[in-house]
Nanobody, 123 residues
Framework: QVQLVESGGGLVQTGGSLRLSCAAS????????VGWFRQAPGKERDFVTA???????YYADSVKGRFTISRDNAKNTVYLEMKSLKAEDTAVYYC?????????????????WGQGTQVTVSS
């Protein structure tokens, strides 16, 4: 029974901040690379950021310097701190877990997915 549950999404104004959480059950996050992806209406699911087993972060160019990924292994939770939000950040945000860590930027490389949380950035 693997389950990833995202939370923290909502409506925020341009320039604002949100903190997303991804809580896992049925797996131990410390054994997985964890990524965040997002999908806007009419667009493909895109890589946002990922964190390795050793806490090395990887970021899409579009969010570098604004978003920060982190993990709390004791809580089996991964976080996405989102700052300086822009309208183009509006999307459903998904967390995903990958036990192999061979392709952080590709959604096809992740085995487990949450249901997503909506982030809407208003102007």
């Amino acid at each position: 029974q693997v389950q990833l549950v995202e939370s923290g999404g909502g409506l925020v104004q341009t320039g604002g901040s949100l903190r997303l959480s991804c809580a896992a059950s049925g797996l131990t996050f410390s054994h997985y690379a964890v990524g965040w992806f997002r999908q806007a209406p009419g667009k493909e699911r895109d890589f946002v950021t990922a964190i390795s087993w050793t806490n090395n972060p990887y970021y899409a160019d579009s969010v570098k310097g604004r978003f920060t990924i982190s993990r709390d292994n004791a809580k089996n939770t991964v976080y996405l701190e989102m700052k300086s939000l822009k309208a183009e950040d509006t999307a459903v945000y998904y967390c995903a877990a990958d036990q192999y860590g061979l392709g952080y930027t590709f959604d096809s490389q992740y085995q487990y997915w949450g249901q997503g949380t909506q982030v809407t950035v208003s102007s």
